[in-house]
């Protein structure tokens, strides 16, 4: 049985969806709206990770919204051994990556890599399967390596292996995150499979959630940059720009209650954030202005200022600064 409260589901980010910002994330809705998360991708190499790290990837349970691990590696036993260690933690199922592009995560044949042989994506489910009793499995694929030919056979052998729900990022490795998307290769998914599945790839704003379940057939949806962009998405929610800083600054704040971090770290972490804000919350000589800020407690100062709906204070950064254009998310995942 799957565990999700609701259709739309945030989607694991690398770098971002930590368990403080997924603690802030997840408060800000009821589990009618946000339906479930995961946690970043947590490497498995030789051996089970141990449940210390499981546990610190997971972080504490901060309310009622589901959240699964995402385990990531090729080594079938050590796989199977770590998804029995999840089970004594309050994760409520066990997601696979087979979908990470990166550099390194490819060189070690992992994440996007298992998907040039179906065969290997239906023995590492099968393997996680194998070590739990309780807990669903799930699986996260692209729609493919270099081109979306082998969809069906990947979506079946995911099935094949036990996974309780496939979720089909629409875009192939080598597409990367290119912004046009074939929402049509969820609907060829959901065509082969008898499993749930769920999609994911270029939702923009909250009515895409049902307009992606109606044209492809899908039970989910999983929500990546989007709700970066905008907290709000899921449940369609028209937040002030008041209320998008105080988010951040919410999220400063849990972060320096939880880990003894440097300020620079916070303030990085805040950097990353306001480069995926939506337009409507910030003009872009002012998002540029704020990425190149050196100061935390400069940046800290603005997004308070922000958050108290108190614009005048806040240190002008257009005035200071010289304006660069355009500046989005770095994508390296
Ligand atoms: C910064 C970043 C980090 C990511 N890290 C992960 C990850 O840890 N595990 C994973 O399965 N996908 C990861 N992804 C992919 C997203 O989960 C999602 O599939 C992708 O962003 C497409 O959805 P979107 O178009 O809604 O953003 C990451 C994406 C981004 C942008």
Redesign the pocket.
């Known amino acids: 049985m799957l565990p999700f409260t609701a259709t739309a589901l945030l ?6 969806t930590d368990p403080s910002f997924r603690s802030v994330m997840l408060g800000l809705h009821t589990p009618q709206t946000l339906g479930g998360s995961t946690t ?2 947590v490497r498995v190499v030789q051996h089970a990770v141990p449940l210390h790290k499981l546990a610190s990837e997971l972080g504490p349970c901060t309310g009622p919204i589901p959240v699964g691990i ?1 385990l990531m590696g090729n080594n079938a036993e050590a796989l199977r051994a770590t998804a029995a260690l999840v089970e004594s933690t309050w994760a409520a199922l066990v997601d696979l ?1 087979f ?2 592009p990166a550099k390194g995560t490819l060189h070690g044949c992992a994440g996007a890599a298992v998907l040039r042989d179906p065969r290997e994506v239906e023995r590492l489910v099968a393997a996680t399967v194998a070590g739990v009793q309780r807990l669903p499995v799930t699986a ?1 694929i692209r729609a493919g390596w270099d081109s979306a030919n082998q969809l069906e056979v990947l979506a079946r052998a995911a099935e094949q292996g036990g996974a309780a729900m496939l979720t089909v ?1 629409c ?1 192939t490795r080598a597409e990367g ?1 290119c912004e046009e998307v074939d929402w049509s290769r969820i609907a060829r998914a959901v065509a082969a499979v008898r499993i749930p599945v769920c999609g ?4 923009l704003c909250h009515a895409d959630i049902e307009r992606m379940q109606r044209e492809t057939g899908c039970k989910h949806v ?5 709700a970066l962009a905008d907290p709000w998405i899921f449940s369609g929610y028209a937040a002030s720009v008041s209320e998008v800083f105080a988010f951040i600054q919410r999220y400063v704040s849990v972060m320096r209650e939880r880990a003894p971090q440097a300020e620079r770290y916070f303030a990085g972490r805040v950097k990353q954030l306001v480069s995926y804000l939506h337009p409507r919350f910030l003009n872009e000589m002012t998002r540029a202005a704020l990425l190149r800020e050196a100061d935390p407690s400069a940046l800290h100062a603005w997004i308070e200022a922000q958050a108290a709906g108190d614009s005048a204070k806040a240190p002008s950064f257009e005035a200071k600064r010289s304006a660069v254009p355009g500046v989005g ?1 770095v ?1 390296d ?1």
Not at 200 to 203: K, R, T
Not at 222 to 226: D, K, L, Q
């Open positions: 989607a694991p980010m690398e770098g971002v970043e991708f995402q990556n979908g990470c996260k990022h875009r995150y994911n790839g270029g939702v999983m929500i990546g940059r989007a998310g994508l995942h």
